[in-house]
């Protein structure tokens, strides 16, 4: 095994234990740290992957799924809206 792969599959290794910890922290937060992690990786390699992850998950990402919001008026009559 090269030193590469070694250092690619403890990467990925780490990403898959600490994945579950940051879904939880937010959807804003794990896009971002998936966009950093992707440009980082292009641009510098595993360690661009960390540090751009890393980054990433401190900036956060956009919200991709949009949620349903709904109230009573005060007529009684219920109002939703997405956003």
């Known amino acids: 095994m090269t030193m590469r792969a070694l250092i ?3 990467a990925i290794s780490a990403l898959l234990i600490v994945a579950p910890a940051a879904t939880n922290a937010g959807e804003k937060h794990v896009t971002g ?8 990786a292009v641009l510098a390699g595993p360690p661009g992957a960390i540090v751009g992850g890393a ?5 956060k990402g956009p919200r991709i799924s949009k949620r349903r919001y709904c109230w009573t008026g005060r007529s009684g009559r219920r109002h939703c809206e997405w956003r």
């Open 8 to 10: 690619l599959s403890g």
């Open 33 to 40: 740290a998936a966009i950093g992690a992707g440009v980082g």
């Open 55 to 59: 980054i990433g998950a401190v900036v």
